[in-house]
């Protein structure tokens, strides 16, 4: 493990949602088109608190997704800022709980306040984490060609390159093919 559990669990969280929206090859995807579809997502998260109940909610959510996308481009400076920004708009107000297989970690909001107000002071606090350990480098896009998903790397090597699409597997078989030209 990298970072703490909860800190491994929200980055991860941040990317996927980050990457239910529109991206390069993708300009039409939407994985979180209304609410049900955004309940069942934070339930497979397993997210506690109240649950999003109406549609301006779910487009507070949308509208965070290229906030969290951006995150991974910065870098010192601008994210240490960004990481400020996202926990004071928030209310940050760091609480220890304890819930599920967690054990003690730290909420910074209300499980009664918003879904996008949680998400966003959770992704600010996971960020201090990241920049206080100075790895940044593990935020990461896919390498896979045509694929901008994020990706958190938290692999021990920092060998992860790869999105959990099919990336991985077309760059393995591309290099396969070539290996295989190669020695014909």
């Not at 649950?51 to 481009?73: D, K, M, Q």
């Not at 910074?108 to 480098?137: F, H, K, N």
């Amino acid at each position: 493990m990298v970072f703490t559990a909860d800190t491994d669990v929200t980055l991860a969280h941040a990317a996927a949602l980050a990457n239910t929206g529109p991206g390069l090859g993708a300009e039409d995807r939407e994985e979180l088109p209304d609410l049900a579809a955004l309940r069942a997502w934070f339930d497979r998260w397993e997210w506690t608190g109240r649950r999003p109940s109406s549609a301006a909610e779910l487009e507070a959510v949308h509208e965070l997704r290229p906030r969290l996308r951006r995150l991974w481009s910065l870098r010192d400076e601008a994210l240490v800022a960004e990481a400020n920004a996202l926990l004071a708009e928030g209310g940050a107000l760091p609480r220890l709980v304890r819930h599920g297989a967690l054990g003690w970690h730290v909420h910074a909001t209300s499980d009664d306040a918003p879904l996008e107000q949680r998400v966003r002071v959770e992704v600010g606090m996971a960020l201090v984490d990241v920049i206080r350990a100075d790895e940044v480098d593990r935020l990461r896009v896919c390498a896979g060609e045509d694929c901008e998903d994020l990706v958190i790397d938290l692999s021990r090597n920092r060998s992860r390159k790869f999105c959990d699409g099919t990336c991985g597997t077309r760059a393995n078989v591309a290099a396969y093919r070539a290996r295989k030209a190669a020695e014909a």
